[in-house]
């Protein structure tokens, strides 16, 4: 699946390219949603305060930008996904450079808070990764001490 943007068509040369460089395939830790429209990762944390700092920290970053993730945490894991339902330009839901941007942030947030480890978060069944995973984790007892 390629990228969906919700930008303006003059910026999806650099777009594409900011988001290339943050998907796995490419080196990076991210993954490109099913339907496209999203770029997703999932986090463990050393425990639930660990997790909860970093989501903490990157509400901050949401509520500065006005722009927010969808996300979940299940104890010491956390799905972050970020995409944007409207663009208020064009009106389309897809990627924006903010989301990108944000990405980006959260990524660092994460090094800063002590990921411990990145986790996959894409689906073979061909639906969204995240959403796919943060149905999975609610009824994770593994996920607990």
């Known amino acids: 699946m390629a990228p969906v943007f919700a930008s303006a068509p003059s910026t999806h040369d650099k777009l594409g390219a900011d988001i290339k460089s943050l998907l796995k395939d490419n080196g990076g830790m991210w993954e490109l949603s099913g339907d496209g429209k999203a770029i997703e990762i999932g986090w463990e944390f050393g425990g639930f305060n660990k997790a909860w700092a ?61 990921a411990k480890k990145a986790l996959a978060v894409s689906s073979d069944s061909g639906t969204d990764g995240a959403k796919a995973q943060i149905d999975k984790l609610d009824g994770c007892s593994a996920c607990r001490p």
Not at 77 to 102: A, F, N, Y
């Open 54 to 114: 970093f989501m903490n920290a990157v509400a901050q970053e949401a509520k500065d930008a006005k722009h927010h993730p969808e996300w979940s945490n299940t104890y010491n894991r956390v799905i972050v996904r970020w995409t944007t339902h409207q663009d208020r330009e064009t009106k389309q839901s897809g990627l924006t450079p903010l989301d990108v941007r944000l990405a980006a942030r959260t990524q660092e947030l994460a090094r800063e808070h002590g």
